[in-house]
C-alpha cells in the first residue's frame, strides 16, 4: 500500500513539475524617434512597481532610422504598462528644464499625452502569455 501511495505521489509530482508558467514575448516598438543621438529605454512595470521602483523588466536599446525596437522574453501572463525614454544624452535618466518640464520624449504603453507623469490607469494592458506587438508612440 505504502508503495501505491508514493508511485501515486511521484506521478502527481511529475504532471506538476511539467507545467509550464503562461510566459510570452512582449515586443515594443518606437517608430518614431526624433534623431538618432542618445538610447531609447523601455520599462515593465506591474501597478505594485509603476514609477516607484526599479521596473520588473527593463532594456536599452540603440536608434536605427529613427525607431528603437525592444523584445522582453518569457514575461508571465498579467497586467502591465510599458514606459519608454529616448535618452538624447545617454545619462540613464530624464532630464527636465527649470520649469519642471521633460526634455527628453516619452511615451506609454496608452499612447496617452497628458499633463504630468505617466498614469498607470492609462498605460495598463493585460498579457496573457501569448506573444504582444505594442507600437509606442513619442
Not at 498579467?78 to 527649470?98: E, P
Request: proline share 4%; with cysteine; hydrophobic share 35%.
Amino acid at each position: 500500500m505504502k508503495t501505491i501511495a508514493l508511485l501515486l505521489a511521484m506521478l502527481v509530482g511529475s504532471f506538476m513539475h511539467g507545467q509550464k508558467e503562461n510566459t510570452g514575448t512582449i515586443t515594443t516598438v518606437v517608430p518614431n524617434v526624433n534623431g538618432t543621438e542618445g538610447e531609447v529605454l523601455f520599462a515593465l512595470y506591474t501597478q505594485d512597481d509603476f514609477m516607484k521602483r526599479e521596473a520588473d523588466f527593463s532594456a536599452v536599446s540603440k536608434i536605427v532610422d529613427e525607431s528603437a525596437t525592444c523584445i522582453f522574453e518569457n514575461v508571465p501572463a498579467g497586467t502591465y504598462a510599458l514606459v519608454v525614454m529616448h535618452d538624447k544624452n545617454s545619462n540613464q535618466r530624464m532630464d527636465f528644464d527649470n520649469s519642471g518640464m521633460p526634455q527628453e520624449d516619452y511615451g506609454t504603453s496608452g499612447n496617452t499625452m497628458s499633463p504630468g507623469p505617466p498614469n498607470w490607469m492609462e498605460s495598463k494592458f493585460e498579457f496573457d502569455g501569448t506573444d504582444k506587438k505594442i507600437e509606442i508612440r513619442f
